[in-house]
């Protein structure tokens, strides 16, 4: 029987409780941070080198060369053709409906043309080549594959290239059928900050990318965080959330086990309900007893609700709302009746989901929006991963002469009020009689 919380909002000291509950640890490990820092630096010096010597010894692969570590078209066919056709129909289905979705975010470069001529507007275009990195082994995580590949394939982007690692040489035949699926382009079977440093700095063999996306273990994490500004990233992500808000008319067992889809990731998870039914909670906490027993993860779900799980009274719908903005969860369930009455309420979640046939589970997989989601309360200002993360826009600005005798002077008066005359000067260059270029 897990131990989970049970807290009330009318009672004395909930706001210290709840403080405690969500903070998140922002400790580093040292130990991690060097071990990271003298990898990252060995693949940059010595290329393909560090990167062999360093997956020879952790993932315990041997291979006369980096190129021996990528995985052929050919082999991620294979790995498709040979699945079973449910699950091959579950990843394609999944796949299209990830793919239908995204396709309603890119956006189109725009201009405008002002009356004296001058044109305004911004040009949109993909990124040249993104990495991508996906656990492996025993961990398969092809839904992780899709969301991260697939927004990036519908940007524009030429080119995706994955890194997954292979411990032992044991290639997770999921993991390679949703690549070629989701269409990446090349897979090295190499992982860890070694991979991280390769895709950031490029090796003889691996090239450089522009951005790398994609989960990870602690190291992973920390290689990301140093080499961000060489590249970009999606997001240092914490412990995966998860907020129910349930008014009581959603069947209880149907709420545990939605808290249970959430711990059940690790023992950092975090789960928790709002409700203002008092008799609901009473119910949930018996179902998750009763439940819980069958449950294959039991107890890493035990350990994630005994940590950071809580069962919270509240006294009704509009503080529920309330709190879920100040919690800004990664994901939140609105199991209530009218869920759109609610949704306007709620100003900072990753995901909202609406209703009671709405599980987080369902968009885990295949309802379509991104699964990789803000998490530790950055909802407040970041969004899920998207096709816009695979975009970058450029200013167009062409000022027409009859612009330029307007703008210029403008431009020169508030350059020689920051104290810099040669900005003034070239703007004041292209006012007067200057209606050419190289006129006098």
């Known amino acids: 029987m897990p131990e989970i919380r049970r807290l009330s909002t009318a009672r004395d000291g909930f706001d210290a409780a709840l403080a405690r509950l969500t903070a998140v640890e922002a400790t580093r490990d040292e130990r991690i941070e060097a071990t990271v820092a003298g990898i990252l630096a060995d693949v940059r010096a010595l290329g393909d080198r560090a990167v062999l010597e360093h997956t020879r010894r952790l993932d315990k692969v041997q291979a006369a060369s980096v190129a021996e570590l990528e995985i052929p078209a050919a082999a991620l066919a294979e790995a498709r053709a040979a699945l ?16 239908s ?29 993104v990495g991508l990195y996906v656990p492996g082994g025993k961990a398969a995580y092809p839904s992780s594959v899709l969301m991260n590949a697939i927004p990036a394939k519908v940007a524009g982007v030429p080119e995706l290239v994955m890194a997954v690692p292979t411990p032992g040489g044991e290639r997770n035949p ?41 989960p990870g273990s602690a190291y992973v994490a920390e290689a990301k965080r140093r080499v961000f500004g060489t590249v970009g990233i999606d997001m240092i992500a914490g ?28 023992e950092l998870a975090q789960a928790i309900l709002l409700s203002p039914d008092a008799a609901f909670i009473d119910a949930v906490a018996a179902s998750i007893d009763r439940q819980l027993a069958d449950m294959p993860r039991r107890a890493v779900i035990a350990a994630a609700l005994a940590h950071r799980g809580a069962l919270i009274e509240v006294r009704d719908l509009d503080e529920a709302c309330a709190l879920a903005n100040r919690i800004a969860p990664e994901h939140l369930e609105l199991a209530v009746r009218d869920p759109e009455r609610w949704a306007g309420k709620i100003r900072h979640a990753g995901a909202v989901f609406m209703g009671s046939f709405s599980p987080e589970a369902i968009g885990d997989y295949c309802a379509g929006p991104n699964h990789v989601l803000p998490t530790a309360r950055t909802a407040r200002f970041s969004s899920p991963l998207g096709v816009y993360d695979f975009q970058k826009r450029s200013s167009v600005i062409k000022v027409s002469p009859a612009g330029a005798a307007v703008l210029g002077r403008i431009a020169a008066t508030l350059a020689e009020g920051e104290g810099l005359p040669a900005h003034a000067r ?14 006098r």
Do not use: N
Request: include cysteine; glycine fraction near 10%; aromatic fraction near 6%.
């Open 101 to 129: 979705y995204h396709a309603h975010q890119v956006a189109a470069s725009w201009e405008y043309t002002e009356p004296d001529g001058t044109v305004l507007g911004q040009r949109i275009t993909p990124l040249d080549r």
């Open 174 to 214: 999921l993991v390679l059928a949703a690549a070629a699926i989701a269409g990446v382009d090349r897979v090295f079977a190499i992982g860890g900050a070694q991979a991280v440093g390769a895709l950031a700095y490029g090796t003889e063999t691996i090239p450089a990318v522009d951005k790398i996306v994609g």
């Open 84 to 99: 079973a056709p449910e699950r091959l129909s579950a990843l394609e289905a999944a796949a299209e409906r990830v793919r």
């Open 426 to 439: 070239s703007a004041l260059f292209r006012v007067g009689s200057r209606s050419k270029p190289g006129g």
């Open 239 to 266: 412990p995966s959330e998860i907020l129910v808000i349930c008014d009581g008319a959603t069947d209880p067992d149907w709420i545990a086990m939605d808290l249970f889809a959430q711990a059940e990731h690790d």
